[in-house]
């Protein structure tokens, strides 16, 4: 299985980006994906998730600005980021919690996407 993230970048103080993880490999079902963060000396924190079923939950710190879905179809989930802060400069991971033909659910992790944003 391969979570494959893109759409990081470099942007502006109160500027946009559109996250993108797109999930392969013998997956049998998609039960949870979403975005973590981690800015340096800091932890993993969750950004946002949402179920296979549309149930969402969202960090405190960017209720309002960001926007998490996905698409079902395309084992794909988007992080829309709007109004972004210094504050959120961070190296952004796609998670899914999923199950392959054969195994157990497990957590699954992206390689992480660089997100700058500059005053």
């Known amino acids: 299985v391969q979570l494959q993230a893109s759409g990081g970048g470099l942007v502006q103080h109160g500027g946009s980006l559109r996250l993108s993880c797109v999930a392969s490999?013998?997956?049998?079902?998609?039960?949870?994906m979403g975005w973590y963060r981690q800015a340096p000396g800091k932890q993993r924190d969750l950004v946002a998730d949402i179920t296979r079923g549309g149930s969402i939950n969202y960090a405190d710190s960017v209720k309002g600005r960001f926007t998490v879905s996905r698409d079902n179809a395309k084992n794909t989930v988007y992080l829309q980021m709007n109004s972004l802060q210094i504050e959120d400069t961070a190296v952004y991971y796609c998670?899914?919690?999923?199950?392959?033909?054969?195994?157990?659910?497990?957590?699954?992790w992206g390689q992480g996407t660089q997100v700058t944003v500059s005053s």
């Open positions: 998670h899914a919690y999923l199950l392959r033909w054969g195994t157990n659910a497990a957590d699954y």
């Open positions: 490999g013998s997956i049998l079902s998609i039960n949870d």
